[in-house]
């Protein structure tokens, strides 16, 4: 009896739970097969495909004959039983699992998706509540920044029925109780999603790069199903699915809940060794932990493009991108100029929007190099520049003030709708064409400073004699004139709206001018605006700090908030386009969709 039990323990410990010290084939081949299939457990999320140790103990109790209860008698059995049966003690899957798991495939749950154009590896684990639990992508570091993360918002297929039952599951009662039975629901929308005309899809311009690639293959190399589609925000495009069957108005807006981790990508940043440099499922706090460093880890290595100390363009001409192969990644750089003040470089950028905002701010620098005489005498020289630098010596001291026109005049003589330059020659050409424009922007500038400056005067007096009683007032002048003139306001501010300036400036005069006989309007109106402006603020807000690109659209509504405080607050001045509340909210509306 006291054998039974010695050979009990040493075929549940040291076989079934893996903790026998041997280099048998067998043994390494079945450990191996184990893994396997605890890997297609995690990826399955359910923990019903492995055999349990009772099992694994019965296989071996089954072959191992009732006299071997030690690993020296074992291994000597072992020998002379393999000589007979070579794969006596190798499991196969069918002895390892419960059910085949036939859902388990490639397609349904790959090893690698492609984020563009670039195939990055996945990992699965199946563990509530640990910070592993669902799918994670590893990013290498030096391509954070050039990778979109919008495919992964779908996972992989054999997760996404789950998440959309979830999804579907988390909106209101109103929107929830019209997308049932759910399970049918989703079925309907995975269907609908296979077809590239499918007539819910977001409507967008001809030539769309989201359209186009709606109307490539669903399925592609086998890494993940309908990678085109992916290419899209997941809520948006159900929203536009639920809009389409049940004709009711649904955004994106109206989940307001984050779904559970799992159901959310897990990103693992990686150096060149492999080493894991953070983790989250928040792809934007990557970038801002992490971004300045996949910068500086992309330029490190990127090909020898980059120069520095330059004054003129002797470096041959600027390709609008570069390809290169890093550690078997295959990577795009996009090459511009930038601006150090007193020379430029040529810089390899990660993101084709920094490279962009980069090249024109070098181009003007450049510029200003080889025009040198002609800046040094409008340095001197601007037209009435004491009379408004007088003025504003508050805002800005005189230094700035010069040097903000200088690169306000800069950028419109020298580049204003021009197509950015990338050879000699093209500069060549772009810097005749500059020093034409050159008296003309110059003038123009200094009409509108010493404009603004004269209005700035005029509405600080008027400010000045408020009553203390008028708070709302008060911190609405405050607000509005801190974002109408403010240090290196003449560079920053679009050139097409620096004209209207002195009139929003004039408006608020008025406004204070035309308070007393009205609070109760004025305070209805203010609040109106206020509304609108607290929207915008909080949406440009949330993408500064996620840093994502702020649209031309949503950039020019802030204009349009001006321009309906003009139509509001001092009608007589008049607005350039019919402005009011409700067409603002309409603006409103259309940029969310």
Request: with cysteine.
């Amino acid at each position: 009896a006291r054998d039974v039990y010695k050979r009990q323990i040493f075929i549940r410990e040291a076989l079934a739970n893996g903790e026998f010290d041997t280099r048998a084939a067998f043994f390494t081949a079945n450990e191996r097969l184990i893994a396997e299939i605890e890997e297609l457990e995690h990826k399955a999320r359910r923990q019903d495909v492995l055999i349990d140790e009772h099992q694994l103990f019965a296989f071996y109790d089954s072959k191992i004959p009732a006299d071997i209860f030690q690993a020296a008698t074992f291994e000597k059995w072992r020998e002379g039983a393999e000589k007979l049966n070579p794969k006596l003690l190798y499991m196969t899957r069918d002895d390892l699992m419960r059910h085949g798991a036939d859902a388990v495939t490639a397609v349904q749950f790959p090893e690698k998706m492609v984020l563009g154009g670039v195939e990055v590896t996945l990992k699965y684990r199946f563990e509530p509540s640990h910070v592993l639990d669902g799918v994670t992508a590893t990013i290498p570091l030096a391509l954070l920044n050039q990778l979109d993360p919008m495919p992964t918002e779908w996972l992989v297929p054999g997760m996404l029925r789950e998440k959309l039952t979830y999804l579907i599951k988390a909106l209101p009662k109103t929107f929830r109780r019209v997308c049932v039975p759910v399970p049918e629901f989703v079925t309907g929308f995975l269907e609908e999603i296979s077809n590239p005309s499918a007539s819910f899809r977001r409507k967008s311009e001809p030539g769309d790069v989201a359209t186009k690639a709606l109307d490539s293959d669903f399925h592609r190399n086998g890494k993940v199903v309908g990678e085109a589609l992916h290419n899209l925000p997941i809520l948006e495009t159900l929203a536009a699915y639920i809009q389409h069957k049940t004709t009711l108005k649904i955004s994106k807006a109206d989940w307001t809940e984050e779904a559970p981790a799992h159901l959310l990508m897990n990103f693992s940043v990686v150096d060149d060794a492999g080493r894991e440099l953070a983790m989250g499922r928040d792809w934007n706090v990557l970038k801002k932990q992490l971004g300045s460093a996949a910068q500086l880890t992309f330029r490190n290595t990127s090909p020898d493009i980059e120069k520095t100390g330059l004054k003129q363009w002797d470096f041959g001409d600027l390709p609008a991108t570069l390809s290169f192969e890093r550690d078997g990644l295959q990577m795009t750089g996009y090459p511009a100029l930038e601006d150090d003040e007193d020379s430029i470089s040529v810089k390899l950028f990660d993101t084709e929007r920094e490279a962009a905002i980069n090249h024109r701010k070098g181009l003007c620098r450049l510029m200003r190099f080889e025009l040198k005489e002609q800046m040094k005498q409008l340095e001197k020289s601007l037209p009435n520049f004491n009379q408004y630098a007088l003025v504003l010596r508050n805002v800005m001291s005189p230094e700035g003030l010069r040097e903000d026109l200088l690169l306000a005049i800069a950028d419109r003589a020298f580049i204003g709708e021009d197509d950015l330059p990338r050879t000699n020659a093209d500069f060549m050409k772009l810097k005749a064409r500059a020093r034409t424009r050159l008296p003309a922007v110059s003038q123009a500038i200094a009409r509108q400073a010493q404009s603004i400056a004269s209005e700035y005067q005029l509405l600080v007096m008027q400010q000045s004699k408020m009553p203390a009683t008028v708070n709302r007032l008060k911190r609405d002048c405050e607000q509005q004139i801190g974002l109408l003139v403010y240090k290196n306001c003449f560079s920053q501010t679009p050139w097409e709206q620096l004209q209207h300036v002195p009139r929003y400036l004039k408006a608020l005069r008025l406004r204070i001018e035309k308070q007393p006989a009205n609070p109760d309007r004025d305070g209805k109106n203010a609040a109106s605006v206020g509304v609108l402006w607290d929207r915008w603020q909080a949406k440009i807000s949330a993408l500064k700090l996620a840093h994502l690109d702020i649209s031309q659209d949503l950039q020019d509504f802030r204009w349009l908030i001006e321009e309906l405080r003009v139509s509001l607050f001092a009608q007589e001045l008049k607005t350039p386009f019919p402005v009011s509340i409700k067409r603002l909210e309409k603006a409103w509306q259309d940029l969310g969709r």
